[in-house]
């Protein structure tokens, strides 16, 4: 994904937050007006928009809650593949400098054991030959 790309994302994960914030304004506003009146009318109309407003309350959770995980995919989706880019970036600079990657260093290690592995074999060996070997007689300085 391209810079374009995430910026746009972005942008519409901000219009999608700030839908949610503007209706949960006007919701409020809403509320206080219905307060309002119910101070001017009475009880009964209190009690009226007090059940309205739960309905109100429970459709509008339902669809803040919808909007809400539209939008935190959208962002997700996003900062997963910038992740992805920024770390395949960072793979082909570290490359380009020659810096091993856990693969190499992972197949050196196991041939340095391999190969200490076949050394000692060798030095056991070596060993168990001297001793059979009879010595050798010193040589007169010349």
Do not use: C, Y
Not at 36 to 63: C, H, P, S, Y
Not at 67 to 91: I, N
Not at 102 to 118: C, F, G, N, P, Q
């Amino acid at each position: 994904m391209d810079t374009k790309g995430i910026k746009q994302a972005l942008d519409e994960t901000r219009k999608g937050t700030q839908s949610v914030l503007d209706s949960a304004h006007q919701i409020w506003l809403a509320g206080l007006g219905a307060f309002a009146m119910a101070q001017e009318e009475g009880g009964k109309l209190f009690d009226n928009l007090v059940k309205q407003g739960e309905q109100l309350e429970k459709r509008t959770r339902k669809i803040a809650s919808e909007r809400l995980q539209a939008v935190t995919s959208q962002t997700s989706g996003s900062w997963d593949k910038l992740e992805q880019v920024f770390e395949d970036r960072v793979s082909r600079s570290l490359n380009r400098l020659g810096v091993p990657t856990k693969k190499d260093i992972d197949h050196l290690s196991k041939r340095v054991a391999e190969l200490s592995t076949a050394v000692n074999a060798l030095v056991r060996k070596q060993g168990d030959g001297k001793a059979q070997r009879p010595a050798r007689a010193s040589r007169p300085a010349s």
